[in-house]
Structures are given as structure tokens and as C-alpha cells.
């Protein structure tokens, strides 16, 4: 009799390890998909900087403002948007690094010469994650209070970040963190021109980027070098092949419309594209003449929204003689109806060709005195508009320049305790962004469930087959991200001048508090 009992544990347990084997082998991602550095591509970093420092550049004491470059747009009532992620991640280890687009320039306490004693631009982002602990690196250029020497920095470690015990490990095809708490260390307080010290918390970070399927890659062989196609020789009053002009009209007006006034939103069709800071009107058509352009390009933006907000831009026309640019566009408002009327003008110098292609970027442009009755008397002519780019292609090799990726902004995560997205709204129009999750959050695996610990799945595993109960995997409900928009306070942009954004703390930079 006693041998029975042993008899009996003899068989079950092979069969228990079979199942085991089986329920582990459903459960954790094969090691392929989670192969080493796998690349990143595509995706936004949405970060304020410091709220508080915004208020103090933009108020009463600075008298000072800030703009954007590289394409960084405004989201929210006082974040900046950082484009096109470029990195690694390996999804075994969660080692993450992700590096943004996009720059921000703070400027303040004018002087006498017409320069300022504040000057600090912040860009290039880039994070980097390892562990539970991650690193904020920006390029900095930074004016001294005391000497007025300007300091260029290259990936300044300016920020710690914390991800609150959050596990980075998983198999998926995007990575989300929300709400990262961000404190300025010690290089960073010293390129921040000593406004803060170290240890002083900065804005939440937050981010999604898009990460590339792992792929199996079989032995190399080798394969014939190709040849270079013949690149045509660009020539006078060649017809375009292809372009583009990407115009974020104004980023106050943008503001405007999506904020607590208006409202509203912008809709693109016919083939516009939304770049977060910038539309791009594409299929340049016409000709070009040894820096003189002609072209017209599809593509049509409508805003929308309270108050009787209604303007439409479309049909978009460019035209450049003897290094002067003016941007067409045909209007439909509430106060101009008309065709072919010149929003902007704007300088345009340097639109010669190289390689088949011609190319300007964020020229200065002003409003013309047509365009401030497009505009509804908004803002007066001359007023400074968004920079115009412009790209046109004369050759079938030549490569307009890449659109800003903004990342498929997934927005499904990991978080211990997730909340439900709402719908999207359609790709194509732009609303307020929800709030971000109040929780650091990281990647799902493959099929949207989140990444689970070797020692839950064996748990797990063994759960199942002692007590016979039938296995259900749950998967997270997914939604895509609303398109780049921004809510703003922006009162000022209805009056024609620059919104400032919304006030932080009531706080004043100086160096030692």
C-alpha cells in the first residue's frame, strides 16, 4: 500500500512538467521577439520643461517669450511636443534609449543692445532608461547671467527620471510612459544658467515611441553592389517632379482654436498632412528657374469652433522672384471669401538646387495685408507667422525631406493599473489631447498583453494544472492616440498677440533657492 501513493506521484509529475513546458511556452514571448536592440522609430516626448519658468520668461518680471524650432510643436496648457524617435530597446532587459526632434528657445530681461540677458534653448532630447531609473539628456545653449558668455552644450544628463518601480521589460511594438517625475541634477542646474539648483523637480515627462518588430535575420550572402542611377543634371525651368510646403500658420492661432475660447479643431483632406507643428500641403506641381519658383500643391486645412470659427485654406500656391516668397492660398471665412489670396510672404535666398533638389527651411514669414482679413482682423498685417519650408524635387531621384513622425501613439500599456482610453477621434482631426494616465505606465507584449515575470508564469502554470481549471488570457483594450493638437490659454491670440502659456507655481527663478 505504500508504494501506491509513489506510484500514483511518479505519474503525475511528468505530465504536470509537460504542461508546464506548454502552458510557459504559450504564455512568455519566443526569445526572437525578444531580440536585443530592436530599433525605435517614430514617436513624441511631451515635456513642459518647468511650468513655473514658463510663467516667469512670459510674465511681468522677463518680459520675454519663447519659439520653437525643428519642427517641436506646443501641447496642453504648457508642454512641448519633441518629434521622430530614433533609438533601442531591448525587450529583455527593458534597456530603453530614444532620442526627439525639436527645439525650444527661452528668451527674457531684454537689453539695452537689443540682445537678452536670458537666452536658453533646450533640444534633442533624448531619454534613456535602465532599470527602474532613467536619464534625460537635452543639447543646451545657455547665456551666463554673470558674464554674458554663451556656453554650447552637446546631451547634458539634465534631468533624473523615475518610472515608480515600473517593469520596462516586454515583447511589444510601442513603448508609453506617462507622467515620468523629473528632478534637474547637477550638469543640468549648471546649463540652466543657475536659475535652479540641483534637485529641483521639473515638469513630467511624457512619451510614446513606436518600436520595430524584432526580425530573424538568416546568414548574410553576398550580393552584387548596385549600381547608382544616373542623377539628371538640373537645369533652368525644369518642370517639378514632386514637392511640398509645410506652413504651421500660427502657433497661437493653433492654440486658439483648440483651447477653452474656441474650442475647436482643425480637419485636413485632399491629401494635407499634419507634422504637430506644421501642415504640409504636397504634390508640388509647376516649374523652377534658377531660384524662381512657381508651383501649386494639394491639400486643404479647415479650423472649426466656437464663436463662429470657421476658416478653410486650401488650393496652396508659392511663388519666389528674385529671392522674395509670397504663400497663396484660397480662403473661406467669415470675413473673406476669395481665391488666391497672398497670406505670407516671406525671404527666399537660398531656394537654389543641389542633387536634382531645392530646398529652404523656416524662412521668417509675415502676415500680409490680404491675409489679416483672412484672418478676421486677428492679427494686423505684419505680424510674424509661422516659418514657411518649402521643398521642391527636379529630378525622379531627388527625396523630399522627411515629414516629423509623430509615432502611431499607442496608447494601450502595462500599468498595474490601467485606465480605459476613450475613442479616437479620426486621424484626420485634431482635438484637445486627453490627460495622460497619473501613473508611469510601459510597453504590452505582442498581442497586448502585458509582460509577465518568469516566476507569475510558472505560478500560473502550475496553478492551471493542479487544479484542472481551464486557461483565459486576457488582452488590454487598445486605442490610437488622438492626432498632434494642443489646448492652450489663449486668450491673448484672439487680440493678435502671442498667447503666453498657462501659469505655473508662483514661482521666480534665482539661483540658490
Not at 31 to 58: C, E, M
Not at 73 to 82: C, D, E, H, K, P
Not at 170 to 197: K, M
Not at 419 to 425: E, G
Request: proline share 7%.
Amino acid at each position: 500500500m505504500p508504494a501506491r501513493p509513489r506510484t500514483l506521484v511518479t505519474a503525475v509529475c511528468p505530465a504536470l512538467a509537460v504542461l508546464t513546458v506548454a502552458l510557459l511556452s504559450a504564455l512568455l514571448p519566443a526569445p526572437a521577439a525578444h531580440a536585443a536592440n530592436r530599433s525605435v522609430q517614430g514617436g513624441r516626448l511631451d515635456w513642459g520643461i518647468k511650468s513655473s519658468f514658463q510663467s516667469y520668461v512670459t510674465g511681468p518680471m522677463a518680459k520675454g517669450s519663447f519659439s520653437l524650432t525643428g519642427g517641436a510643436a506646443t501641447v496642453g496648457g504648457s508642454g512641448f511636443r519633441f518629434h521622430s524617435a530614433t533609438g533601442t530597446y531591448d525587450g529583455t532587459t527593458g534597456a530603453f534609449r530614444a532620442a526627439f526632434s525639436g527645439g525650444v528657445r527661452f528668451v527674457g530681461h531684454q537689453e539695452a543692445g537689443g540682445g537678452y540677458q536670458l537666452d536658453l534653448t533646450l533640444s534633442r532630447p533624448t531619454v534613456s532608461v535602465s532599470g527602474t531609473t532613467g536619464t534625460l539628456y537635452v543639447d543646451v545653449v545657455s547665456k551666463s547671467r554673470n558674464t554674458g558668455a554663451v556656453a554650447t552644450s552637446a546631451q547634458v544628463p539634465f534631468a533624473t527620471l523615475s518610472l515608480g518601480g515600473i517593469d520596462m521589460r516586454g515583447g511589444g511594438d510601442a513603448v508609453v510612459l506617462n507622467n515620468l517625475p523629473a528632478t534637474l541634477t547637477a550638469q543640468g542646474a549648471r546649463s540652466f544658467a543657475g536659475y535652479y539648483t540641483a534637485g529641483t523637480p521639473l515638469d513630467p515627462l511624457s512619451l510614446a515611441a513606436d518600436v520595430r518588430p524584432a526580425t530573424r535575420t538568416a546568414a548574410p550572402s553576398p550580393t552584387p553592389t548596385p549600381s547608382k542611377p544616373a542623377r539628371k543634371k538640373t537645369t533652368s525651368h525644369q518642370a517639378l517632379v514632386n514637392g511640398a510646403v509645410d506652413w504651421g500658420v500660427r502657433r497661437t492661432f493653433r492654440e486658439y482654436v483648440t483651447g477653452d475660447i474656441a474650442r475647436g479643431k482643425w480637419t485636413l483632406t485632399d491629401g494635407a498632412q499634419d507634422g504637430g507643428a506644421l501642415f504640409r500641403f504636397p504634390a508640388g506641381r509647376g516649374t523652377y528657374d534658377k531660384g524662381a519658383l512657381d508651383a501649386s500643391f494639394k491639400g486643404t486645412v479647415r479650423f472649426t469652433g466656437a464663436h463662429g470659427l470657421d476658416l478653410e485654406l486650401s488650393a496652396v500656391r508659392v511663388t519666389v522672384a528674385e529671392g522674395r516668397g509670397t504663400l497663396y492660398a484660397d480662403v473661406a471665412g467669415d470675413r473673406l471669401t476669395a481665391a488666391k489670396v497672398p497670406l505670407v510672404t516671406f525671404a527666399a535666398k537660398d531656394l537654389t538646387a543641389h542633387d536634382g533638389l531645392a530646398e529652404m527651411t523656416e524662412a521668417p514669414a509675415e502676415l500680409t495685408a490680404r491675409g489679416a482679413k483672412a484672418f478676421g482682423g486677428m492679427y494686423p498685417a505684419g505680424t510674424a507667422m509661422d516659418p514657411v519650408s518649402l521643398a521642391v524635387a527636379l529630378t525622379d531621384t531627388a527625396e523630399l525631406p522627411a515629414l516629423p513622425d509623430l509615432g502611431s501613439a499607442v496608447t494601450d500599456t502595462a500599468s498595474p493599473a490601467p485606465t480605459t482610453a476613450a475613442p479616437a477621434p479620426a486621424p484626420t482631426t485634431v482635438a484637445p489631447a486627453p490627460a495622460p494616465s497619473a501613473e508611469p505606465v510601459a510597453a504590452t507584449g505582442d498581442d497586448g498583453i502585458p509582460a509577465l515575470p518568469v516566476a507569475l508564469a510558472v505560478g500560473g502554470a502550475l496553478v492551471v494544472a493542479l487544479g484542472g481549471a481551464a486557461l483565459f488570457r486576457r488582452r488590454n483594450r487598445t486605442a490610437s492616440a488622438a492626432g498632434s493638437g494642443a489646448s492652450a490659454n489663449s486668450a491673448d491670440a484672439a487680440s493678435g498677440s502671442d498667447a503666453a502659456p498657462a501659469s505655473g507655481p508662483d514661482e521666480e527663478p534665482s539661483a540658490g533657492s
